[in-house]
């Protein structure tokens, strides 16, 4: 009887949440606007077709794109395009832009994004 309480105990114990690991969410804001024109030239780089978040925000992460620190998506053409920065980007809000701007807090890499814009 007392092996089968302890067993039962053992077993409730195993299965509480508090022992669950618990992993932190990092999100990372997106802002719809407009980019001057010198900034947008000085994104070291420019990947034409990737017009989607996710796959902006998988190559400013990539291990190849360690400076990055900003994202922009644009949508539109043929498929959008993605800029990666090494500076955070300064913009100016627009809900008509066909721009999404993505600045990464200091020290976040792998970020969620979020707050996508509704194109």
């Known amino acids: ?15 509480s949440p508090i022992f669950e690991r618990q992993t932190e969410q990092c999100s990372v804001l997106g802002v ?12 070291f780089k420019r990947i034409a077709g990737s017009g989607t978040v996710e796959q902006c925000s998988a190559a400013c992460n990539h291990p ?14 043929s498929g959008g395009a993605c800029l990666l920065f090494d500076a955070t980007v300064k913009y100016r809000a627009d809900p008509t832009s066909t721009y999404a701007i993505y600045n990464l807090p200091d020290g976040v ?10 194109w």
């Open 1 to 15: 009887m007392k092996l089968a309480a302890l067993s039962a105990l053992v077993s409730l114990a195993i299965a």
């Open 32 to 43: 719809k606007g407009a980019i001057p024109d010198t900034i947008n030239r000085s994104a």
């Open 109 to 118: 890499r792998g970020g969620t994004p979020n707050n996508n814009p509704a």
């Open 64 to 77: 190849e794109n360690t400076q990055c620190k900003a994202f922009a998506v644009r949508t539109g053409g």
